[in-house]
């Protein structure tokens, strides 16, 4: 009684009998163990349990497919497991089901797989001397020089890879700062696990600090490492001591390193042990006070990091000031510290400073020298133009008063010239500041290309011609003046001209005079200069078509040239597997237009190009064809609403013969229907007297599957495509008969083989069953009934085209069940119980089955044993 408690309020009456299964209370659970490759399945076992753990039922695969099969004999709540060889992974090991007869996957006959993964290479990375190791060093696996997998040791060492196939492995270790003594080992896989032993060896660590002073880290300081034992790897260090040190612990000198520009020492391959660290820096001038002064370190089977700092108390710092390499000392300079602190060169040139922190310091050196002199302007007279020549004066202050420096202010001109081309008219300059509120414009006129501006103001200035029809290489020229007069010249580069149009489109033009050339106008407006003067005839050429096919213009009287577009071009193309006839049609509204035969490209023989005029708006099918309609194309049509613009390759069909299949049935069989499945359509054929056939045409783009199908026979397709190999059917008929010759009804036949069957099927009163439309091939077939042994326990059964084949089987009962009924103490059915029947005596308290009360309160516990 599922969640109800043990004790109930109700009355137990049991009605026991004993008596034969029933042959229609049983479900069963199949499925099959798959592997991609080869296994024993025969060696592959499956097991049914309740939800309590107890075994309910076990089974073999059939050696052939893994096929199996479990009988259900009451709905509950069970667990399949897989129970493989040791070694061998499945995914999943096991499903749980709660089997009610309607919904689950059992009842409703779905397959219950188990994946077989592979075998397993296990191992260890140990520290050298240990029998454990460190955590996280990467472990390969390579099978014939290939990366199979690749993982990390866990906490003690130890790591797995999984699943593999049979096969001989390598497995190699790495990491990235520790030494490995032994990295790689070979392990073979055949049958079981590969155990690849403690065989890797990690040969240290590495030991990592800082040092620091005032918090800056501090370079170029000595650590020097000690002993008392020798390690078993020497570590990645400088043999011996430092210049200088002195051993004062008393232990045994090893190596040292030296801290880096952060400020970082490291140790590397640190065997594990214990070990003294001491800092240490000395040199000419300097010397260093190291916190704290010894440090003992223990390694284990990881890096270290030590969390604290060694710190640098302070030092001082001395040097010589001399006038160059080599030369003579400087008496008497002044050295500054950081702008913070000062000090003078004694007789021999040298300086100190005391007590400096640790870090970088900027050190200057100061004596007599050379000077400057400028103008320096305000911002009002700096923005008015205000000038002074020279810039500066450089002098130097002896002994005697310097008076003869002299600034003048300066006023400029502007001169130029205006080359035109043709003989210039009077023309408008301007010349205007480029602030301005740096004074008014000046204007004058430009006689015979020539002009001046005087008495200018230094400062920048925007010099501009006032002639807008004309081009002019720059109609905007900036000038600058400083402490000199400027010339400019400007120069007509030719007449402008202004084109509105709707698209952007290119103009052919010719003129008066003979000359030629091309324009681009882009959509809106475009302004454009062309070099002659003269009348121009301008022609629209592209892929729109306007209003007027020439325009007149004239550079004595420009005016504005205005093109709006009518229709655009569309062009597309037929790109044909071979050389034929081709044509397009062209619908728009309820009209339908040809365009073509198509004439081949002159580049490519083998693509036909095709063009039409479409109005803005307008929507248009295409479709090719050919005269011969021997071809399919793709697409097979296009639809195009024309934009406002071309539409250039707007589609390319493909144009290829249609495909036809030439197929047949052997030995020669006529009727035969065959059916030809491609992008969800189906074309149906019937093969002749001689079993032939031939589908088409059909699409060449679409993948087709061909099947054939016959009644009474089975239709093995071969490998040339479209081809088949008839089969008439066989079949296999199954009689068991109990110990005395009657027949046994309710027993489960589970039959599996031949191309992907398998049948599970009860025996019927006669005890018989028959298993009908078989191909040849090997089959397995296994009796199972509770309560019964069968003689044989499975059978392999060769099955050949058209055979009828007849397999006796002999039942010897071994087990009984008792029926008994569930009820309350008003007589309402109880439905969910859980009745379990428990073997007595110490010959039989091993034994143990159960059952779960139906909806009448009915139940009957199989399998029960008689007392010998």
């Given amino acids: 009684m599922t969640g109800r408690p043990v004790l109930f ?49 076990e089974t073999e695969c059939a050696p ?69 190791g460190p955590e996280g060093v990467i472990v390969s696996l390579y099978k014939d020089d290939s990366l199979v997998q690749t993982t990390k040791t866990d906490a003690d060492g130890s790591y797995v890879f999984t699943p593999l196939s049979s096969g001989v492995y390598t497995v190699v270790a790495s990491h990235p700062t520790w030494t490995l003594l032994i990295d790689r080992v070979t392990v073979e896989v055949a049958d079981e696990n590969g155990d690849a032993g403690s065989s890797l060896v990690v040969g240290g660590y590495s030991l990592k600090g800082s040092v620091m002073s005032d918090g800056q880290p501090t370079p170029g300081v000595s650590f020097v490492f000690h002993s008392k034992e020798n ?62 002064d010894k440090q003992e370190i223990v390694v284990g089977h990881e890096d270290i990091t030590l969390q604290q700092p060694f710190k640098v108390e302070g030092f001082s ?122 004074g008014a414009p000046q204007t004058t006129i430009a006689s015979d290309g020539k002009f001046v501006f005087k008495d200018i103001v230094p400062g920048s200035y925007q010099l501009s011609i006032q002639k807008d029809e ?21 120069e007509q580069i030719g007449y402008q001209l202004t084109v509105a149009s709707s698209h952007e489109t290119t103009l052919s033009y010719s003129t008066s ?54 229709k655009h071009q569309l062009t597309g193309a037929i790109r044909a597997s071979e050389v034929a006839s081709f044509t397009v049609g062209v619908k728009s509204g309820g009209q339908v237009s040809i365009l073509g035969p198509l004439n081949p490209s002159p580049e ?33 049509s296009h639809t195009v609403t024309m934009p406002e613009d071309c539409v250039l390759d707007a589609v390319t069909f493909k144009a290829e013969r249609a495909l036809f299949i030439y197929g047949r049935v052997t030995p020669p069989l006529g009727g035969v229907t065959i059916n030809v499945e491609g992008n969800g359509e189906i074309h149906t054929y019937t093969t002749d007297a001689d079993g032939k056939y031939t589908a088409g045409p059909l699409d060449n783009s679409v993948q087709y599957s061909v099947s054939a199908e016959k009644k009474g026979y089975v239709m093995n397709a071969l490998k040339e495509k479209g081809h088949f190999e008839a089969y008439k059917l066989a079949e296999v008929i199954v009689e068991v008969k109990d110990e005395n010759g009657t027949p046994l009804p309710g027993v489960l036949i589970s039959m599996s083989g031949g ?43 060769t099955v050949d085209e058209g055979a009828t084949i007849m397999v006796g089987i002999s039942g010897i009962r071994i087990a009984y069940s008792i029926y008994g009924q569930t009820a309350s103490l008003s007589g309402e059915p109880e439905t969910d119980v859980v009745v379990e029947a428990v073997g007595q005596g110490s010959e039989c308290e091993q034994y143990q089955e159960e059952a779960v009360s139906d909806n009448q309160g009915a139940f009957r516990i199989r399998g029960l044993l008689p007392k010998v």
């Fill in 9 to 57: 309020s109700f009355f137990l009456f049991l009605s026991a009998f004993w008596g034969p299964c029933l042959a229609n209370d049983v479900l069963g659970c199949g499925g099959y163990v798959r592997s991609e490759f080869e296994i024993n399945y025969s060696q592959v076992g499956i097991k049914l349990f309740t939800k309590q753990g107890n075994l309910k039922y």
């Fill in 231 to 292: 390690p078993a790897v020497t570590p990645k260090c400088i043999s011996d001591s430092p210049k200088g040190y002195q051993n004062v612990i008393g232990v045994p000198v090893l190596c040292h390193v030296v801290s880096d520009e952060k400020g970082v020492f490291l140790f590397g391959s640190v065997s594990p042990g214990t070990y003294v660290l001491t800092p240490f820096f000395q040199s000419d001038t300097t010397k260093y006070e190291v916190t704290p």
């Fill in 755 to 797: 191309k992907s069957y398998r049948q599970n099927s009860l025996t019927e009163n006669d005890g018989t069953i028959a298993f009908l439309s078989l191909t040849p091939g090997d089959y397995f077939l296994r009796p199972m009934m509770k309560e019964y042994n069968f003689d044989p326990p499975s059978k392999m059964v």
């Fill in 64 to 132: 052939n497919n893994g096929y199996y099969f479990i009988p259900l004999y009451d709905k509950g709540n069970y667990i399949i497991k897989v129970s493989p060889p040791p070694g061998w992974s499945f995914e999943p090991e096991e499903v749980s089901l709660k089997v009610d007869g309607e919904t689950d996957a059992c009842s409703l006959g779905q397959d219950i797989n188990f994946h077989f993964q592979g075998f397993a290479v296990i191992g260890k990375v140990v520290s050298i001397g240990s029998d454990s």
């Fill in 470 to 490: 004309w081009c002019w290489k720059h109609k905007v020229v900036p000038v600058t003046i400083n402490t000199q007069n400027v010339e400019v010249s400007l």
């Fill in 604 to 636: 490519d023989p083998n693509l036909f190009v095709f063009e039409h005029w479409v109005q803005e708006g307008e929507t248009i099918v295409l479709t090719p064809g050919s005269p011969t309609n021997l071809y399919q194309y793709e697409p097979s």
């Fill in 317 to 438: 710092i001395s040097g010589i000031v001399r006038k160059s390499a080599g030369k003579d000392p400087v008496v008497g300079a002044k050295v500054v510290l950081d702008k913070t602190r000062s000090a003078t060169t004694d007789t021999e040139g040298r300086y100190t400073f005391q007590n400096v922190q640790s870090g970088k310091h900027k050190i200057r050196v100061t004596t007599a020298s050379m000077y400057t002199a400028s103008i320096k302007l305000s911002s009002a007279a700096d923005e008015a133009g205000m000038r002074f020549g020279p810039v500066e004066h450089v002098f130097t202050v002896t002994s005697e008063p310097v008076s003869d420096l002299v600034f003048s202010q300066f006023l400029g001109e502007v001169t130029g010239k205006v080359t035109c081309l043709e003989k210039c008219p009077d023309l408008t300059l301007v010349l205007r500041p480029s602030r301005a509120s740096s």
């Fill in 513 to 566: 005079n003979g000359a030629t050339g091309t324009v681009v106008a882009q959509k809106g407006n475009t302004v454009v200069c062309v070099s002659a003067s003269g009348v121009y005839t301008f022609t629209p050429v592209g892929c729109h078509k306007f209003g007027s096919s020439q325009i007149q213009w004239d550079t004595a009287a420009p005016k504005l040239i205005s093109l709006s577009a009518t």
